[in-house]
């Protein structure tokens, strides 16, 4: 009789259970529908605004540096140097010895 009392308990609990959470998770649901729809509204609107300007510099030597408001997104270095890297952000410096040329892509978002 016990066993018969326990299973007729777990089969009301149970789906009650499952229902609250159920309606738990719609809800967050529903919130996280809006807040993605606000949010990508809002990002979208700021990206439509938006555009990306490149540039290239290029100098002799072993450092060629950004103009003010732009991002180095590439370095290229000559005498078939591929060793190189990034300084503050701003600046490419190729590490070979006697690079003749140096080249920074920079790249700035316009709103």
Request: aromatic share 4%.
């Amino acid at each position: 009789m016990i066993k018969v009392i326990l299973f007729l308990l777990l089969v009301v609990l149970i789906p009650a259970n499952y229902a609250n959470a159920q309606a738990c998770c719609s809800i967050d649901r529903a919130i996280d529908a809006k807040i993605k729809a606000a949010v990508d509204s809002k990002v979208s609107a700021t990206l439509a605004k938006s555009q990306l300007t490149c540039t290239t510099i290029k100098t002799s030597g072993a450092l060629a540096a950004c103009l003010h408001g732009y991002t180095v997104t590439g370095c290229s270095c000559g005498k078939a140097c591929g060793s190189w890297d990034v300084r503050d952000n701003s600046t490419c410096h190729c590490q070979c010895a006697n690079v003749d040329w140096t080249a920074a892509r920079c790249c700035k978002i316009v709103r």
